[in-house]
């Protein structure tokens, strides 16, 4: 079975500063994608980025990047110039064909102004 | 369109009450699924739909009954439910099961059960 671990419950960053929100995840099969998720207050899950586990370079999206360690089953999430809308439950989560949606247990966020 | 949209946003119900959760998409998306969401924990999947028919059900008890009336609309009937089903639930959708991309979520529905 895929199991998807975020080992900080929580993390503080100041507001403009950078920080890495760390996942890893076991699986022993090759086609998949992994995800991080963003949950504010509201409630309402909101990709932030994804990555297709075949290709080698790491997906950015504007502030947002990640570090896709393939062998070691590392996927972590890099925000830079952290802003005051950043804070919220971010869910790291894999997918593969047929599968559901695996989440980690969350990494709360919180930005310090 | 590219929204998930679920009513409603807040309910509140006793344990001998038959309500329904409802979650609608435009987004000629196949596969719909049902989660829910204990405060300060993941979302966990309850129900699958694909292409209209139940696909997959992950020992949901059974004062959860699901429906699909549709391509675009997906159901969550409640009946007898307990105070610890208290929780989020969440409906989302994909182009079809076999599609490894996102899933597109609805906002939730807050379920209190008293």
């Known amino acids: 079975a895929q199991t998807v671990t975020q080992s900080q419950p929580e993390m503080s960053v100041q507001e403009a500063e950078t920080v890495t929100l760390s996942c890893t995840y076991d699986?022993?099969?090759?086609?998949?994608?992994l995800f991080w998720y963003k949950q504010p207050p509201s409630r309402q899950m909101i990709l932030v980025i994804r990555q297709e586990a075949y290709k080698q370079q790491n997906a950015t999206e504007n502030r947002f990047s990640v570090n896709f360690q393939k062998a070691a089953k590392s996927f972590s999430l890099k925000i830079s110039d952290s802003q005051l809308g950043d804070a919220a439950m971010y869910f790291c989560?894999?997918?593969?064909?047929?599968?559901?949606?695996?989440f980690g247990a969350g990494t709360r966020l919180t930005v310090k102004p | 369109d590219t929204e998930v949209t679920q009513t409603p946003k807040h309910l509140v119900m006793g344990m001998t009450n038959k309500k329904s959760l409802k979650c609608e998409q435009h987004m000629g998306h196949r596969a719909m699924y049902w989660y829910k969401q204990k405060a300060k924990k993941p979302p966990e999947l309850m129900f699958v739909y694909s292409y209209e028919k139940l696909s997959i059900n992950e020992s949901v008890p059974s004062r959860f009954s699901p429906e699909c009336p549709n391509s675009s609309l997906l159901n969550l009937h409640l009946h007898a439910l307990q105070p610890e089903d208290s929780a989020l639930y969440l409906c989302a959708s994909s182009q079809d099961l076999g599609d490894i991309e996102k899933l597109f979520f609805g906002s939730g529905t807050q379920l209190s059960v008293l």
């Open positions: 989560a894999y997918r593969s064909a047929l599968k559901d949606m695996r």
């Open positions: 699986t022993s099969e090759s086609d998949y994608y």
